[in-house]
């Protein structure tokens, strides 16, 4: 698992450039389930036929980056965001583009930290002139973070766990269950990080009877961080709410009752802010009972989220467990 | 039921947004002698439905959301002590000193505490106190709490339901329970007029975190024309001028602005002066803000309108609003559905 | 002209009448179908010669204004805006309201009257007000009612070199676009839809485009954008630039635009030697983000012509840019036509 959860952080995919991504999961899971395809936004949609209802999975594919918007006759690139960034905290990062060009985040030197926006900050490419950088780059193109996913122990160091973390655990599932008595439909969704757009339409192709995303959800164990109750390396995190949906009250119970009866280590998570896949599932056409599988995740949108593989895990069994069980009977 | 009644009943039990089961029920029980079905949809809504006389006609779908806004557990922290998060628009200022009830295992009774003014600086005490530094305290230990309470749990305030001055009536969770009551009281009317089309009372789930119970119950039902039924600002001192609000006792608004359908505004006015119901009219250039906004742009499209109970103090658990509102509105709502036609519906589509 | 009429109309968001009236007019002869729907939307067909792609036109007919929200006891009124207006840009201008268009005037207290503190500080929306010369209510109720629109009134003319200026160019830029389109010989079935609403939270495009059949396989909205070449603004604050040619979005807050799409038009441009741009911000949302996120999702992107001052009384925009999207447009879609568009 480590080194899958490796490689697919360290595959490029900014919102809306996430075809190398599908690539690389469409070889994991090439014939453990029934059929593949790529919708007309560009999710991946891998159904693994079954008697009963749909069950519907989701965790995006996409992460966070830059876009260029301008190229300085000294060959500096000016960009703006794809999805949410904290822009004092990009200064010294590095990025990748989609052919593999690198540059380095700087800004003005007079500018103070916590002035720091977009019109302020630059990539350099290295490029000598405004003409050898049009040599590398286009006005468009989109990068995202570079950097070395990293193991220490259990714990994992990356960008782009969020939330190629969550396609690591529907993988692994997929790869692991081999029947259900669900129709399961395992979708890998772009376009998250601008407005869950690829769950929306996917949600409403498929038109499942109880939806689940799964994505990471930042902690509350930093030295005074928020106050949340997630912890890392407590379990998986059931969520309860947070800004783009209420779990149904079904599907929370659902996945609590999973994790008692199969002694998976789990944690309630109430998160003020922030939204998943979840949040366009449950309110596509007549309404899906949905709710959030969460990966507690450290310094969620940093170059450097950090995850517990025991959580990682205790996600994947839980995905397992509920797939093996009819959800007619608890949608009744 | 009569209106009091029905409506002490509802504000006084909780629905928090996503949690509005119980609310459905009670609901479904006071709606059930009026219509010909109730049902619940999957995310809660309870759908009732009054037929209409016509053969294949058209349908109209009033929607009042049950939902009301509260609290949630955030964490449980040492001693027992229960840090908190809002669902919907809370007001952090209106929340010191209050008794609440926490819906864990059983409900508890909690109070709202933070730091003594004794002990806080003297410019501590000018400044509101946030959610944040907020927290309830059940009188429990942590271990004992934490077998009866768990990070996702409920809490909403305790507050009887209070007959005022005359028809005036003050409760938690007037906003939006108050319109549900005006749903019950058009059903009500309708048993005295004939009327041709289908009706459906949707009591909405989710309105105060997005307008979400109305965007599924409206595509489900996919109804000719949608009235969302909710709570206006109601005058009273303050920074409040009288553009922004409406006189309570002096009838329902009249929604005006791009959420609302010309053609139904106009017939609804008209029909007012037409059986001297006093109405007052609500403009507003958003759209934002009400179940309205869901249905409207709902499929390919529903012709909306509002209706807007006037109410003092909107999200505290003291609001405040005139039941002779409720009660013209109501009359005026029957009155038009008794009205309406396959060919005021075809017109609606007409600009 | 067709610019000069279709930007003196009123069109406000939710009370679009008069704007879809005179486009009804403009292109009752070009088209074989046209309906309205439950918001207001002019949904216009035009058959085409072959089956597909089937392709989706969209231009917003209303634009920002202000809407009659209290009519005090001295004749004055009070209003609100309607879709995201600087309280700033009011001061001192002239406006029509209602359906009769009565002229009135945004004051404000004189420069001699003011204090010197007052004058640092912008009037906010809450001290403005209309006066239409009525002396007390009843006369101002005689004119006009709560719920008017409320539009500038600024002459549309040409200006400097190849430019013009008028109010409303967001959107009523996009409406001209599709009209020249419909009386262009484009062989594909074509929907030109005219959407309500749009600044008031992109409402009228998902609707419009939720029921059509047969299905688009692809959608262009049109728009007045955004130019900001203007002092002040470094080269790289620039998100598109005056004179620059029809700006192609990649992206903005509610759409990332479909990357075969985009493809084909830049093609199509270097192709015919037709100057573009991109528009180099993700700033602002359209009706493509909504189109494109109907049903199982439509791939779409945004054609602008590049004006500045949008969102104001007044606008400026190059005429050349206004044609080369026009022309842009008809050679994609004559592309397409041959060429296909596989989703």
Same mark, same amino acid.
């Given at each position: 698992?480590?080194?899958?959860?490796?490689?697919?952080?360290?595959?490029?995919?900014?919102?809306?450039?996430?075809?190398?991504?599908?690539?690389?999961?469409?070889?994991?899971?090439?014939?453990?389930?029934?059929?593949?395809?790529?919708?007309?936004?560009?999710?991946?949609?891998?159904?693994?036929?079954?008697?009963?209802?749909?069950?519907?999975?989701?965790?995006?594919?996409?992460?966070?980056?830059?876009?260029?918007?301008?190229?300085?006759?000294?060959?500096?690139?000016?960009?703006?965001?794809?999805?949410?960034?904290?822009?004092?905290?990009?200064?010294?990062?590095?990025?990748?583009?989609?052919?593999?060009?690198?540059?380095?985040?700087?800004?003005?030197?007079?500018?103070?930290?916590?002035?720091?926006?977009?019109?302020?900050?630059?990539?350099?490419?290295?490029?000598?002139?405004?003409?050898?950088?049009?040599?590398?780059?286009?006005?468009?193109?989109?990068?995202?973070?570079?950097?070395?996913?990293?193991?220490?122990?259990?714990?994992?160091?990356?960008?782009?766990?969020?939330?190629?973390?969550?396609?690591?655990?529907?993988?692994?599932?997929?790869?692991?269950?081999?029947?259900?008595?669900?129709?399961?439909? !395992? %979708?890998? @969704?772009?376009? =998250?990080? /601008?407005? &869950?757009?690829?769950? *929306?339409?996917?949600?409403?192709?498929?038109?499942?009877?109880?939806?689940?995303?799964?994505?990471?959800?930042?902690?509350?164990?930093?030295?005074?961080?928020?106050?949340?109750?997630?912890?890392?390396?407590?379990?998986?995190?059931?969520?309860?709410?947070?800004?783009?949906?209420?779990?149904?009250?079904?599907?929370?119970?659902?996945?609590?009752?999973?994790?008692?009866?199969?002694?998976?280590?789990?944690?309630?998570?109430?998160?003020?802010?922030?939204?998943?896949?979840?949040?366009?599932?449950?309110?596509?056409?007549?309404?899906?009972?949905?709710?959030?599988?969460?990966?507690?995740?450290? !310094? %969620?949108? @940093?170059?450097? =989220?950090? /995850?517990? &593989?025991?959580?990682? *895990?205790?996600?994947?069994?839980?995905?397992?467990?509920?797939?093996?069980?009819?959800?007619?009977?608890?949608?009744? | 039921?009569?209106?009091?009644?029905?409506?002490?009943?509802?504000?006084?039990?909780?629905?928090?947004?996503?949690?509005?089961?119980?609310?459905?029920?009670?609901?479904?029980?006071?709606?059930?002698?009026?219509?010909?079905?109730?049902?619940?949809?999957?995310?809660?809504?309870?759908?009732?439905?009054?037929?209409?006389?016509?053969?294949?006609?058209?349908?109209?779908?009033?929607?009042?959301?049950?939902?009301?806004?509260?609290?949630?557990?955030?964490?449980?922290?040492?001693?027992?002590?229960?840090?908190?998060?809002?669902?919907?628009?809370?007001?952090?200022?209106?929340?010191?000193?209050?008794?609440?009830?926490?819906?864990?295992?059983?409900?508890?009774?909690?109070?709202?505490?933070?730091?003594?003014?004794?002990?806080?600086?003297?410019?501590?005490?000018?400044?509101?106190?946030?959610?944040?530094?907020?927290?309830?305290?059940?009188?429990?230990?942590?271990?004992?709490?934490?077998?009866?309470?768990?990070?996702?749990?409920?809490?909403?305030?305790?507050?009887?339901?209070?007959?005022?001055?005359?028809?005036?009536?003050?409760?938690?969770?007037?906003?939006?329970?108050?319109?549900?009551?005006?749903?019950?009281?058009?059903?009500?009317?309708?048993?005295?007029?004939?009327?041709?089309?289908?009706?459906?009372?949707?009591?909405?789930?989710?309105?105060?975190?997005?307008?979400?119970?109305?965007?599924?119950?409206?595509?489900?039902?996919?109804?000719?024309?949608?009235?969302?039924?909710?709570?206006?600002?109601?005058?009273?001192?303050?920074?409040?001028?009288?553009?922004?609000?409406?006189?309570?006792?002096?009838?329902?608004?009249?929604?005006?602005?791009?959420?609302?359908?010309?053609?139904?505004?106009?017939?609804?006015?008209?029909?007012?002066?037409?059986?001297?119901?006093?109405?007052?009219?609500?403009?507003?250039?958003?759209?934002?803000?009400?179940?309205?906004?869901?249905?409207?742009?709902?499929?390919?499209?529903?012709?909306?309108?509002?209706?807007?109970?006037?109410?003092?103090?909107?999200?505290?658990?003291?609001?405040?609003?005139?039941?002779?509102?409720?009660?013209?509105?109501?009359?005026?709502?029957?009155?038009?559905?008794?009205?309406?036609?396959?060919?005021?519906?075809?017109?609606?589509?007409?600009? | 002209?067709?610019?000069?009429?279709?930007?003196?109309?009123?069109?406000?968001?939710?009370?679009?009448?008069?704007?879809?009236?005179?486009?009804?007019?403009?292109?009752?002869?070009?088209?074989?179908?046209?309906?309205?729907?439950?918001?207001?939307?002019?949904?216009?067909?035009?058959?085409?010669?072959?089956?597909?792609?089937?392709?989706?036109?969209?231009?917003?007919?209303?634009?920002?204004?202000?809407?009659?929200?209290?009519?005090?006891?001295?004749?004055?009124?009070?209003?609100?805006?309607?879709?995201?207006?600087?309280?700033?840009?009011?001061?001192?201008?002239?406006?029509?309201?209602?359906?009769?268009?009565?002229?009135?005037?945004?004051?404000?207290?004189?420069?001699?009257?003011?204090?010197?503190?007052?004058?640092?500080?912008?009037?906010?929306?809450?001290?403005?007000?209309?006066?239409?010369?009525?002396?007390?209510?009843?006369?101002?109720?005689?004119?006009?009612?709560?719920?008017?629109?409320?539009?500038?009134?600024?002459?549309?003319?040409?200006?400097?070199?190849?430019?013009?200026?008028?109010?409303?160019?967001?959107?009523?830029?996009?409406?001209?676009?599709?009209?020249?389109?419909?009386?262009?010989?484009?062989?594909?079935?074509?929907?030109?839809?005219?959407?309500?609403?749009?600044?008031?939270?992109?409402?009228?495009?998902?609707?419009?485009?939720?029921?059509?059949?047969?299905?688009?396989?692809?959608?262009?909205?049109?728009?007045?954008?955004?130019?900001?070449?203007?002092?002040?603004?470094?080269?790289?604050?620039?998100?598109?630039?005056?004179?620059?040619?029809?700006?192609?979005?990649?992206?903005?807050?509610?759409?990332?635009?479909?990357?075969?799409?985009?493809?084909?038009?830049?093609?199509?441009?270097?192709?015919?030697?037709?100057?573009?741009?991109?528009?180099?911000?993700?700033?602002?949302?359209?009706?493509?983000?909504?189109?494109?996120?109907?049903?199982?999702?439509?791939?779409?992107?945004?054609?602008?012509?590049?004006?500045?001052?949008?969102?104001?009384?007044?606008?400026?925009?190059?005429?050349?840019?206004?044609?080369?999207?026009?022309?842009?447009?008809?050679?994609?879609?004559?592309?397409?036509?041959?060429?296909?568009?596989?989703?």
């Amino acid at each position: 698992m480590k080194d899958l959860i490796k490689r697919i952080t360290e595959v490029f995919g900014p919102s809306g450039q996430e075809s190398k991504v599908v690539e690389l999961i469409k070889a994991e899971l090439e014939g453990h389930v029934d059929e593949m395809y790529v919708d007309i936004m560009g999710n991946l949609i891998a159904h693994k036929k079954g008697p009963g209802k749909k069950i519907m999975f989701s965790a995006h594919m996409d992460e966070i980056g830059f876009m260029v918007t301008h190229i300085e006759k000294e060959g500096y690139l000016r960009f703006t965001n794809i999805g949410g960034h904290r822009p004092w905290t990009l200064k010294g990062l590095r990025v990748i583009f989609d052919n593999g060009v690198i540059g380095n985040i700087d800004c003005h030197s007079d500018t103070k930290p916590n002035e720091l926006n977009y019109d302020k900050l630059f990539i350099d490419i290295g490029a000598k002139d405004k003409a050898e950088a049009e040599s590398m780059v286009k006005i468009g193109d989109s990068c995202g973070f570079y950097n070395s996913t990293l193991a220490n122990g259990q714990r994992m160091i990356g960008n782009s766990m969020d939330d190629r973390i969550g396609c690591v655990i529907l993988i692994e599932a997929a790869q692991q269950v081999k029947s259900s008595p669900n129709d399961i439909y !395992y %979708v890998f @969704s772009v376009q =998250e990080e /601008v407005g &869950l757009r690829g769950a *929306k339409t996917s949600a409403y192709r498929i038109h499942p009877d109880m939806g689940v995303a799964l994505d990471v959800t930042p902690t509350g164990d930093t030295p005074e961080g928020a106050k949340l109750n997630v912890k890392l390396g407590d379990g998986t995190a059931i969520k309860v709410k947070d800004a783009s949906v209420i779990a149904h009250p079904l599907v929370k119970n659902f996945m609590i009752d999973v994790a008692e009866k199969n002694n998976i280590k789990y944690q309630l998570e109430v998160l003020t802010a922030g939204g998943t896949d979840a949040g366009a599932i449950h309110l596509t056409k007549e309404g899906i009972p949905s709710g959030t599988i969460s990966i507690p995740c450290r !310094y %969620v949108h @940093s170059p450097s =989220e950090m /995850v517990d &593989l025991n959580d990682v *895990k205790a996600c994947v069994e839980l995905v397992k467990g509920m797939v093996a069980i009819d959800i007619a009977q608890i949608l009744d | 039921m009569k209106l009091e009644k029905f409506l002490a009943q509802l504000t006084e039990a909780p629905g928090v947004s996503g949690y509005e089961g119980q609310m459905g029920d009670l609901v479904g029980q006071a709606f059930s002698p009026y219509v010909d079905e109730v049902r619940k949809d999957n995310l809660q809504n309870l759908i009732a439905l009054k037929k209409g006389s016509g053969k294949n006609c058209p349908s109209i779908m009033l929607a009042a959301h049950m939902d009301e806004i509260g609290l949630m557990v955030l964490k449980i922290e040492e001693k027992g002590f229960l840090r908190v998060t809002s669902v919907g628009g809370v007001d952090e200022r209106t929340l010191l000193s209050q008794e609440v009830t926490v819906h864990g295992k059983k409900p508890i009774i909690g109070i709202i505490g933070a730091k003594p003014p004794h002990l806080q600086q003297p410019d501590e005490r000018t400044k509101s106190i946030k959610m944040h530094d907020l927290y309830v305290d059940c009188g429990f230990s942590e271990e004992k709490i934490k077998e009866l309470v768990r990070v996702g749990d409920l809490i909403t305030i305790n507050r009887e339901f209070t007959q005022l001055h005359k028809s005036k009536a003050a409760a938690k969770a007037m906003d939006d329970r108050a319109g549900v009551a005006l749903i019950l009281e058009t059903l009500k009317e309708l048993q005295y007029l004939k009327h041709s089309i289908d009706v459906y009372g949707v009591a909405t789930v989710q309105e105060e975190v997005g307008t979400r119970g109305a965007f599924t119950s409206t595509y489900g039902i996919m109804p000719d024309i949608g009235i969302a039924i909710d709570v206006g600002h109601g005058h009273m001192p303050g920074i409040l001028n009288k553009e922004d609000t409406m006189e309570m006792g002096e009838g329902s608004g009249i929604g005006l602005g791009p959420h609302v359908h010309p053609k139904i505004r106009k017939k609804l006015t008209e029909l007012a002066d037409e059986l001297k119901i006093a109405y007052q009219i609500e403009p507003s250039p958003s759209p934002r803000g009400t179940d309205a906004y869901a249905m409207q742009i709902t499929r390919s499209g529903v012709p909306t309108a509002l209706i807007s109970i006037p109410l003092r103090y909107m999200h505290t658990s003291v609001e405040t609003l005139d039941l002779e509102d409720i009660k013209s509105a109501a009359r005026l709502l029957a009155n038009f559905i008794a009205r309406i036609d396959h060919e005021f519906v075809e017109g609606l589509k007409c600009f | 002209m067709l610019l000069k009429r279709l930007t003196e109309a009123a069109g406000l968001p939710g009370i679009e009448d008069e704007v879809r009236n005179l486009i009804r007019e403009e292109v009752k002869d070009l088209v074989d179908e046209m309906r309205t729907d439950a918001l207001g939307n002019l949904i216009t067909f035009k058959k085409g010669k072959i089956d597909g792609p089937v392709v989706m036109l969209a231009a917003h007919m209303d634009e920002i204004g202000l809407m009659i929200t209290y009519i005090k006891d001295n004749g004055l009124l009070n209003f609100k805006p309607l879709g995201g207006i600087d309280p700033r840009v009011l001061v001192a201008k002239k406006v029509l309201i209602g359906p009769d268009r009565v002229p009135g005037v945004i004051g404000s207290k004189p420069i001699h009257l003011q204090k010197s503190s007052e004058r640092k500080d912008a009037i906010p929306l809450s001290s403005l007000y209309i006066d239409i010369g009525a002396k007390d209510e009843d006369q101002a109720k005689e004119l006009v009612k709560i719920g008017d629109g409320v539009v500038f009134d600024t002459k549309f003319s040409e200006i400097g070199e190849g430019c013009v200026k008028g109010k409303a160019f967001d959107d009523r830029v996009g409406c001209a676009v599709l009209i020249e389109l419909l009386k262009r010989d484009i062989t594909l079935p074509l929907y030109a839809v005219f959407t309500v609403q749009e600044e008031v939270g992109l409402r009228g495009a998902s609707v419009a485009a939720y029921d059509l059949d047969p299905a688009p396989d692809l959608a262009l909205a049109f728009e007045g954008t955004t130019a900001s070449d203007v002092p002040g603004m470094k080269e790289h604050h620039y998100s598109t630039s005056l004179g620059n040619g029809p700006a192609i979005s990649l992206m903005d807050s509610s759409l990332i635009a479909n990357k075969q799409i985009v493809q084909g038009i830049v093609e199509v441009a270097e192709e015919n030697g037709i100057n573009y741009q991109f528009r180099r911000t993700n700033f602002g949302g359209t009706d493509a983000g909504r189109i494109s996120l109907t049903k199982e999702g439509i791939p779409a992107t945004v054609i602008s012509a590049p004006c500045r001052y949008i969102h104001s009384p007044i606008s400026m925009m190059n005429l050349n840019d206004y044609n080369s999207v026009i022309d842009l447009t008809e050679k994609y879609l004559q592309k397409i036509a041959k060429g296909g568009f596989s989703k």
